[in-house]
């Protein structure tokens, strides 16, 4: 699961956050950024509640594109 999730997040070297690809957000894509970061999400993904918690808690802002 973890090297899925390393593929459909990319982090941009210069950027303050990462993209991701993927059509449901879990906790695992939260705990695998860096707190305070931002995740840019598709405005169709679908995020878990235990996602929205984890990123509540490490200060990770969900930003839908």
Do not use: F, N, Y
């Not at 405005?43 to 878990?48: D, L, M, P, Y």
């Amino acid at each position: 699961l973890d090297r899925a999730v390393a593929r459909a997040v990319q982090t941009p070297a210069s950027a303050g956050g990462a993209d991701c690809d993927l059509k449901v957000i879990s906790e695992a894509v939260i705990t695998s950024l860096p707190r305070r970061s931002t995740l840019r999400i598709a405005k169709g993904a679908v995020v878990t509640d235990l996602a929205r918690e984890a990123a509540a808690s490490a200060h990770i802002t969900l930003e839908r594109v």
